[in-house]
Structure formats: structure tokens, C-alpha cells
DNA sequence: CCATTACCTAGTACCTAACTCGGGAATTCC
DNA sequence: GGAATTCCCGAGTTAGGTACTAGGTAATGG
């Protein structure tokens, strides 16, 4: 699990997808102005994903992207995880270098938080996101 | 809340002294070999650490580091905190450039949900992660 | 046909994580 | 007191990912 300002930027822009999912679909070119980002890159977040069947994309006029699925079947983790390909493996992979057995210990610690973390956001949906109080008061 | 291997380095490493703090300190040397990281950056994780105050450091022969505080009232939201400078301020700050208001919309709820991921972290202790059964069974 | 949008690829500037180097300063043991 | 050990500190360097730029092609609606 990895948390940065990409995943930032697709769960934010998936939000903004399933605000607005009842007007159709959104250009790109939106919500790159709304959140101060070069079309390209978002162009570039949006191929990952669409390849992790998150969102469609529509061409020609009058096109843009909405949601694969309906927003309760979207977690927060599986945003992140499409855009965040991990290159974790915590250094020490399978035993080979831990011959003391502590090594690896912290290690088992540290995926076992990373799991808690990942169940965390893999609980959340968009639809609960969107449910949330700040979202009624505007 | 941002989540990177600074990050991970960080919590592993005091999970090291938490599971050795009855045998007194730990040399940072001991904890780069076993994390397989550089001593001096280390070193740099642990000077921030130490301004948190998180750890103390003791210097000369049979010298280390060991935690601040008992171990339960360390939080991992506390040691990631500690490394991870946040830059972030959600690029549109303080409504300056937000003119329509649903910009500031999704930027919110993203708010929202980094303090739902905070709120979590800050939940866990050091403690706590030391308890898993997974501990145990070494 | 033309404007608009998604889609694709290649290249690039910049930032920062991670490391290296070289020096201290405090403490303990002999 | 000298030497070993450890923490401390600052100024660099390197590699890789973020974010961008520039160029296209393909589909679609008016």
C-alpha cells in the first residue's frame, strides 16, 4: 500500500465522476482545470484506470469518462491500487536473506499494518464518500 | 497523510526498538543491517524522529537509540507524521481558486477522507502491532 | 467535413527518496 | 587521558518517479 499525490488526483477525479454521474459523462479537460493538472497526465491516470475497469470512456463530442460500475462497488483501494503500481516486495522477499528469524518478523509486522490499511480503504466506497455530511451542506 | 517506503522505514525501525526496548538500546547500525538501508540515512530518519520526540538517543560504546515513551502511546500516525513532511495543502487553498465551490467540493471530501486514514493510523500503536499474533508465534 | 473528445507514444524538466562522504561531539572502557 | 564506539550534523550525488510537453490517431456528433 502507498499513498501519494497520484492517488490523490485519481480518487479525487473519480469523485468528481460520481457527482456528476447523473449528467452523463465528464470531459477530462474539466476535471484537469478543476484540479489544476495537465490534461496528458490525467489522460495518463485515466489508461490505468480504465485498464482496471473503473471507468469508460466515451469519444467524440459531447463524450468524456463515467463509471464502470456503480459507485458502492468502487473501493477506495482498488482507485489506488490501479494507479500505484507497487514496487514494495519489502527488500527481504521469501526467507533468503533472514537467517536470524527477527528480520523477518518486523517485516510480517509491516505487512500485517499495510493489510489493516488496505482493508481500511477497501471498506470505503464512493458511494459512502459521497454520502458524507461536507457533501448535503453545499 | 502520505505513505511511502520513508515511511515504512520509519515504522519498521521502531517496531525494532519497541521489540528490544527490555535489553536496553539499539545501534542504528544493527537496524541498517537488517532493513538492508544506508547507516547515514538512517541516521536522517532518526534526527527527525528524535525532534518528534519519539526516540532518545544515548551515545558511546554499548550506546543506541531507544523510544521516548512507552511504547502504547506511540502511534503509527504519529511516526509516519514524523518523516513524511506533508507538502500537500490540496493545491486550491483556502477558496482562493475556487470560484465555482464544487472544486472545493472533491478537494473536501478528499480531506475528509485523509483524516478518516489518520484517524485510523493514529489508533494503532506501537503496542498494539508488537501484540499481533504473528509475534507470538516466533 | 469539422470540431470535439478519447486514446496513444515519445520525450523531458524537476523533485525527492535514498545514498555517499566527511567531519564532528559525547560517552565508555582500558 | 587515549581510543573505540556511538550518536550527531551538513553538504553533496544518484536514480527514479511525478508531472508535464508535444505530437499524433481514432471515434463520434452537428
Redesign the interface.
Known amino acids: ?5 497520484k492517488g ?1 488526483y485519481a ?2 477525479a473519480m ?2 465522476l460520481a ?1 456528476h454521474q447523473e449528467k452523463g459523462s465528464v470531459a477530462l479537460a474539466d476535471i484537469a482545470e ?3 493538472i495537465s490534461l496528458s497526465y490525467l489522460e495518463q491516470l485515466f489508461a490505468k484506470l480504465r485498464k482496471a475497469d473503473l471507468v469508460r470512456g466515451i469519444r467524440g463530442p459531447g463524450g468524456g469518462y463515467h463509471l464502470a460500475k456503480p459507485p458502492e462497488e468502487i473501493s ?1 483501494a482498488a482507485i489506488i491500487s490501479a494507479v500505484d503500481e507497487r514496487v ?1 516486495i519489502t ?2 522477499r521469501g526467507n533468503e ?1 533472514c537467517d ?4 523477518c ?6 505487512e ?2 499495510s493489510d ?2 488496505h482493508g ?2 477497501a471498506g ?1 466506497s464512493l458511494r459512502d ?2 454520502g ?1 455530511p ?2 448535503r451542506q ?1
Request: some cysteine.
Open positions: 500500500m502507498r499513498l501519494t499525490t490523490r480518487v479525487t469523485l468528481d457527482l478543476s484540479q489544476h477506495i514494495d527488500s527481504c536473506n536470524k528469524g527477527e528480520r518478523l518486523t517485516h510480517q509486522l509491516w500485517d499494518l489493516q490499511l481500511f480503504l470505503i464518500v459521497v458524507w461536507k457533501v453545499v
